[in-house]
């Protein structure tokens, strides 16, 4: 696999399990689920400062992490949260310039589709994960 790539798949990896561990520490749960069962509400913030703000949609969330820095998930099958897509990638290095001296945003579409084609990343429902990596961030 490309290691910009890598670099860039691990870092929103991080923030989604940095997300997930405000949602434990807020609710005191890791079942982000439950929203639809409306234990949790559709939107809130996870701190007294209203720092970090979250919106559920559809199969995910939106969480901003910081004034300027948001990230948006999925949840896959059986709760699995380490999955990613173009789009998202694409989100997240967009307000991440560091990010895009790793792997610049005008390449990330033929790496990501390189990654595919060579087996590197593997669709699993409508996301991809690292090929032969067992799921991280389950809820």
Known sequence: MNEA????????QADVQRGLALF?????SDDLLSWRSRRL????H??????????FHGIGVRLRLAPDLHIDWDFGSDGRMDGFDHW???????????LQLVLPLSS?????????RDGSIAKYDNLYCIA???????A
């Open 24 to 28: 434990r520490q807020h609710t005191g």
């Open 41 to 44: 509400p559709l939107s809130g």
């Open 108 to 116: 990330l579409r033929s790496v990501f589709d390189a990654a595919e």
């Open 132 to 138: 032969g990596e067992e799921p991280t961030g389950n």
């Open 88 to 98: 998202r990638l694409q989100q997240f290095i967009e307000e991440r310039p560091e």
């Open 5 to 12: 790539l890598k670099t860039v798949i691990r870092a929103f």
């Open 46 to 55: 996870l701190d007294a400062e209203h720092q970090h703000h979250y919106s």
